[in-house]
């Protein structure tokens, strides 16, 4: 067995995580699974998380934050409703596994984690709230508040993203990307 370094260690098994959790779901997914995909021994697993949750944090954080900076980075260039659903959608389905995952296994897991996950996305929504105050002042959207606008559109996306297999998820958002954002535009106005 070759010697790794701690970080190299505890970044194996994050990525082992991140890949079983995208195909087996955060909570089908048991920590001698991860052990094994990692190629370490199941302790080395607790040695550098000491708790299952610790894991499911730091792998949600870890595949979150990319997600979340790239949505808010290119969702503050933009004030285009269109183009934001487009950037989410494109986004999100670069990862869409994991997404799906944690859109699944969610309302099962601790409050904490579900409040981090919303978090993630929170720049992305800011900016879309932004844009859906722009649109109202020039009366191209109508009044209501706007976060419900946010919610509608995850909502909307997550559903989709709930049932991967059922829905088709990645070929619906391939073949009709533009019908579904020009509904929910739509239904704004």
């Known amino acids: 067995m070759r010697r790794r370094n701690k ?16 195909h087996k779901g955060l909570i089908n997914t048991s920590t001698l699974q991860i052990a094994d995909r990692a190629g370490v021994a199941h302790g ?15 792998a949600i954080y870890c595949a979150m934050g990319d997600l979340a900076r790239k949505l808010d980075e290119k969702s503050r260039s933009t004030d285009n409703l269109k183009a934001l659903c487009e950037i989410f959608i494109e986004e999100v389905d670069k990862n869409s596994r994991f ?11 601790p ?12 720049a992305f929504s ?6 859906i ?19 509608y559109w995850f909502g909307l996306i997550h559903y989709i993203y709930s049932y991967p297999e059922l829905l088709s998820s990645h070929e619906l958002f391939q073949k009709h ?7 929910f535009i739509k239904s704004l106005k």
């Open 133 to 151: 105050k722009k649109k109202q002042k020039a009366g191209k959207v109508r009044k209501f508040p706007p976060k419900l606008a946010v919610f």
């Open 111 to 122: 409050l904490d984690v579900q409040r981090m996950v919303f978090a993630a996305l929170s």
């Open 177 to 183: 990307k533009k019908e579904l954002i020009k509904l």
């Open 126 to 131: 800011a900016n879309f709230v932004d844009v």
């Open 99 to 109: 997404y799906s995952s944690i859109v699944r296994d969610l309302p099962q897991l």
């Open 7 to 22: 970080e190299q260690t505890r970044q194996e098994i994050l990525e082992a995580t991140i890949t079983l959790f995208s």
């Open 44 to 58: 080395t697993v607790f040695f550098h998380f000491p708790t299952r949750h610790e894991l499911i944090i730091a």
